[in-house]
């Protein structure tokens, strides 16, 4: 199995036009600066032996700083100028950044054989915006990597989110210059249902250890110069 070509074709088209300037893309929030209360979570209560899995990493603001908690961190991202910018952005090399279709069970294997087991996963804002045929198999990608020792943070937009970007789109300007570049690369956020990713983490049978509200910090504002936070949901699951 593999994503579709309109999927991988949307977003190799989104960080294709990408620079490497931090903040370019709606979501790429500093995680220092906004003091991301998700990652601390997994941070807190993963096994901080094991390595993690940056699932979506895109230009991998949030894989290096995993990097510095986690003995190894490797950021995994559909589309290769993602993993391109990623590598650019890591003089240092903090991380290692691979190109990988998560919905490709072999290729999810390999990964985690190359890891030597159980690894523990970061996921934010990945299933929302999935084609829905792929959604069980990223959840299952997840599973995959986490084994039986892993912790898995995922992190989703909700519905409200949806209906307050479809708002944003609306004034007479158009959306906002970030959120409009997603739109015109054909991206969908917010699309996925309310409740849809615990049930897709239970299916593969990982438990939901915690949950809770969280808004995701956004680098685009609003016309009056508010800064665009959505609302999303966070899940740490594991096998317990």
Known sequence: ?????????????????TSAAPGEAIWDSDPVLTDDPCLELLAQ???ATLPVVDVGCGNGTRTRWLAGRFP?????DLSRAAVDLARRADPKGLAVYEQLDVVDAA???????RLGGDSNVHMRGVLHQCDPQDRALVAAAVARTAGARGRALVVELTRAAGAYLHHLTRPPAGPPPKLRRVLEHDLRPADA?????ARLLRATGLQILAEGETALVMTEHRADGTRIDLPGHWFLAGRA
């Open 107 to 113: 290729a999810v294997s390999g990964l985690r054989a």
């Open 1 to 17: 199995m593999s994503v579709s070509e309109r999927y991988r074709n949307a977003w190799e088209g989104f960080w294709g036009a």
């Open 45 to 47: 209560h993963a096994d």
């Open 193 to 197: 249902p309310d409740g849809e990713a």
């Open 72 to 76: 190894r961190a490797v950021g995994v």
